[in-house]
């Protein structure tokens, strides 16, 4: 036996940091059924939306001349871009929220559901570092949900309609393809960043219950309240403060003079949100006593 700085016995050969490596967990992740089930849908959704228009009638044509006052889905059929920015608007407040709150808040809740939480901690494993294997892998294949579906749909948009510029929705302005294409990146990791409060409290209501069904509820939950909340206007500026509000801040992003401010309040209020989420389920957790 082995005794550490800190008068804790080990066993020989023991060491804390090599407990549940990171390929491990993210093996075991995409195992998982609901894996692959979530990304097949999300990678289905851009075609099922191109079949979608393709059937529809009355929508403008790729190259068509259209005048403002149009809205994003009159645009979706412009170009590959256009339509890729449709699909996100439609899925980035509902669609997506379900997918990155199903990979945070299952990852605990999972293993306690399954009863294998307590033998992972009896390996033995950190709690803290426990936790951080878990939620760096949740993390990452949320990214990877939200990133998935707007590429896949710029992919079909282009094979489908075509690669145009970019028609913005209301004013009708074109925007080059080559210049909109990073504006585009931007968006998508705009849309990542303001994902990361489902994902917080996602994690965190999965350290709290046994039950993965509740955490994702939980988190889901919340947004369609911080929604209803948005549209009571007597709230005035308190509405800011909503995880959500700036949600939709990356439409300016596309303008040919884009704005900025919208989405630098996103991110403050989002990672803000973030922090205090992880840090209460990091604390919580360390008390927490593990029967399942």
């Given at each position: 036996?082995?005794?550490?700085?800190?008068?804790?016995?080990?066993?020989?050969?023991?060491?804390?940091?090599?407990?549940?490596?990171?390929s491990?967990?993210?093996?075991?992740?995409?195992r998982?059924?609901?894996?692959?089930?979530?990304f097949?849908l999300?990678?289905?959704?851009?075609?099922?939306?191109?079949?979608?228009?393709?059937?529809?009638?009355?929508?403008?044509?790729?190259?068509?001349?259209?005048?403002?006052?149009?809205?994003?889905?009159?645009?979706?059929?412009?170009?590959?871009?256009?339509?890729?920015?449709?699909?996100?608007?439609?899925?980035a407040?509902?669609?997506?929220?379900?997918?990155?709150?199903?990979?945070?808040?299952?990852?605990?809740a999972?293993?306690?559901?399954?009863?294998?939480?307590?033998?992972?901690?009896?390996?033995?494993?950190?709690?803290d570092?426990?936790?951080?294997?878990?939620?760096?892998?949740?993390?990452?294949?949320?990214?990877?949900?939200?990133?998935?579906?707007?590429?896949?749909?710029?992919?079909?948009?282009?094979?489908?309609?075509?690669?145009?510029?970019?028609?913005?929705?209301?004013?009708?302005?074109i925007?080059?393809?080559?210049?909109?294409?990073?504006?585009?990146?931007?968006?998508?990791?705009?849309?990542?960043?303001?994902?990361?409060?489902?994902?917080?409290?996602?994690?965190?209501?999965?350290?709290?219950?046994?039950?993965?069904?509740?955490?994702?509820?939980?988190?889901?939950?919340?947004?369609?309240?911080?929604?209803?909340?948005?549209?009571?206007?007597?709230?005035?500026?308190?509405?800011?403060?909503?995880?959500?509000?700036?949600?939709?801040?990356?439409?300016?992003?596309?303008?040919?003079?884009?704005d900025?401010?919208?989405?630098?309040?996103?991110?403050?209020?989002?990672?803000?949100?973030s922090?205090?989420?992880?840090?209460?389920?990091?604390?919580?957790?360390?008390?927490?006593?593990?029967?399942?």
């Amino acid at each position: 036996m082995n005794r550490t700085n800190t008068g804790t016995v080990t066993a020989p050969g023991y060491s804390p940091g090599r407990t549940l490596p990171l390929s491990v967990e993210i093996v075991r992740q995409f195992r998982r059924r609901r894996t692959m089930v979530m990304f097949g849908l999300l990678l289905a959704l851009p075609w099922v939306l191109v079949v979608a228009f393709q059937l529809g009638a009355g929508q403008p044509q790729p190259g068509q001349a259209v005048g403002s006052g149009l809205r994003m889905s009159d645009l979706a059929t412009a170009s590959g871009l256009n339509f890729a920015a449709f699909a996100l608007s439609v899925s980035a407040s509902f669609l997506l929220v379900v997918a990155v709150a199903l990979f945070c808040g299952d990852t605990v809740a999972g293993e306690a559901t399954w009863s294998s939480l307590r033998y992972l901690l009896a390996a033995p494993v950190p709690r803290d570092r426990l936790l951080r294997q878990k939620l760096v892998v949740a993390l990452g294949y949320a990214a990877a949900a939200v990133i998935a579906l707007p590429v896949m749909a710029l992919l079909a948009g282009t094979l489908a309609f075509g690669w145009d510029d970019i028609q913005v929705p209301g004013t009708g302005e074109i925007v080059p393809a080559a210049s909109a294409l990073w504006k585009f990146g931007v968006v998508i990791g705009y849309v990542l960043v303001c994902q990361l409060v489902v994902a917080s409290l996602a994690f965190l209501l999965s350290t709290v219950t046994d039950s993965p069904l509740g955490a994702v509820g939980g988190a889901v939950g919340l947004v369609i309240v911080c929604n209803i909340l948005q549209a009571v206007e007597v709230l005035g500026e308190l509405r800011q403060l909503l995880p959500t509000f700036w949600n939709t801040a990356w439409l300016d992003a596309l303008a040919p003079e884009p704005d900025w401010s919208g989405m630098i309040r996103g991110v403050a209020v989002s990672v803000s949100y973030s922090v205090i989420l992880v840090a209460v389920a990091f604390r919580r957790f360390r008390t927490k006593d593990i029967v399942s």
